[in-house]
């Protein structure tokens, strides 16, 4: 067999990576241009990323400095609930036994805060209890150097080359080759399309303790990261162009961003500018079609809130690897992708909706919904930790960031 990977980011490299490592009869051959630039999404990660790496081989030890990498421990919520509401941590603990149906019970006779959920119930040496955050473009270099029997073409193409069996379109939005770009119809709610962001020096003295944590601040009209790495922060602002002019989110981002410094802003150094990504929220129905297979943004995005961007990817490649080795074809591969897409799309909008802020057009357009029931109808049918994207712990931690215990039983 022979299959080509069209472009050269992420998830052009993890999959050709991927692919030599547990097809090792198939031949390769991964072809970039040297005059596209790779939109190096994703600093923030989910604990799957780690053991991707494993999988390949390559020890932590190998390349956490290399990607500036840092541990991550979960995820700081602020202003999600109100305005002005204080912050809560979300962490990696896990339902086993169902024990948060008896903790919650203390929570409900005011013998526990919600803060006592991650003292209680997080164990730091469980299964997937830490993530990473980490530089993805540097880790490309990581995964290509260990290729060995990769065929690496430098070209600029615009037609598929003639010869393989089977082609992969990593060529991100632009989704040059893909061969059917239907699209599966999302549930109303998805309005960011855009993100103004740009590296900075770390603040080692606000966001020491922090610095294990991805923060996420609810905007005007969408919500802040910031990702602290060993030697910088990635900062951005995510907003929907519904509700927000490019030219005024970027204006909001400056102010948000007041005081600090670029990252590499120092004499003789140019200084960075933000910058902006958009796309339109979508995923691909049938991303394999025909001898084409989008991974990556070429299968499409929603929203990247809560690290799913890089998910999907490893997913992607690991969903194709298993389909071509036990002889299964397009039809379980894109039905394997629709499910982890609407998983996360339904949980992301939860945030969303779950919300009781309407201090902007932005959350008043998220008032009108109410997904109370459907928070812990997720939460009851979420309970394989091996299957399930978002488990029903992190379901059970997002009703108790927002105090939503109606139609809890």
């Known amino acids: 067999m022979k299959i080509c990977i069209i472009g050269g980011g992420c998830s052009g490299w993890w999959a050709a990576g991927y692919l030599e490592k547990f097809l090792p009869d198939v031949k390769i051959t991964l072809i970039e241009s040297d005059t596209i630039p790779t ?3 994703g600093e923030s990660t989910l604990p799957q990323l780690g053991y991707f790496f494993e999988e390949l081989g390559i020890p932590e030890s190998d390349w956490m400095d290399k990607t500036d990498a840092i541990k991550k421990y979960g995820n700081i919520k602020q ?3 109100h305005k002005d509401a204080p912050e809560f941590t979300f962490t990696f603990w896990y339902n086993d036994n169902k024990v948060f149906d008896n903790w919650v019970q203390d929570y409900f006779a005011g013998k526990k805060t919600r803060d006592d959920v991650n003292k209680d119930l997080y164990d730091s040496s469980a299964w997937r209890a830490s993530a990473y955050h980490f530089d993805a473009v540097e880790s490309i270099g990581i995964v290509k150097d260990r290729c060995k029997n990769v065929e690496h073409i430098i070209d600029t193409i615009t037609e598929l080359p003639p010869g393989y069996d089977l082609y992969l379109d990593c060529t991100g939005f632009k989704q040059l080759f893909v061969k059917d770009k239907t699209r599966l119809p999302l549930p109303e709610g998805h309005m960011v399309d855009r993100v103004w962001v740009m590296p900075w020096e770390l603040d080692w003295e606000d966001e020491e303790k922090e610095c294990n944590f991805t923060k ?3 905007r005007d009209a969408g919500w802040q990261f910031i990702i602290n790495l060993q030697e910088r922060a990635g900062i951005g602002y995510v907003f929907s162009s519904k509700f927000q002019s490019d030219r005024d989110a970027l204006i909001y981002y400056k102010k948000m961003t007041e005081g600090r410094i670029p990252y590499g802003a120092f004499p003789c150094t140019p200084t960075r ?3 902006l990504i ?3 929220p979508h ?4 991303p394999w079609s025909d001898n084409v297979v989008a991974l990556g943004l070429s299968g499409g995005m929603i ?3 809560e690290a799913n961007v890089l998910y999907t990817t490893v997913y992607g490649i690991q969903t194709l690897v298993k389909c071509l080795n036990r002889g299964y074809g397009p039809r379980a591969y894109n039905k394997a992708m629709s499910k982890v897409h609407y998983e996360n799309s339904d949980f992301i909008l939860h945030h969303y909706m779950l919300s009781n802020r309407t201090d902007t057009p932005f959350w008043e357009y998220y008032s009108k919904f109410d997904v109370r029931e459907t928070l812990w109808k997720n939460y009851k049918k979420r309970t394989n930790k091996q299957t399930n994207l978002f488990v029903d712990a992190i379901w059970a931690t997002l009703g108790l960031y927002y105090d939503e215990f109606t139609f809890y039983e």
């Open 39 to 41: 939109i190096g999404v």
């Open 79 to 81: 202003g999600w609930e």
């Open 216 to 218: 996420t601040i609810a």
């Open 273 to 275: 500018q933000p910058r």
């Open 278 to 280: 958009k796309w339109d």
């Open 283 to 286: 995923y691909l129905a049938n």
């Open 303 to 305: 929203d990247p809130l």
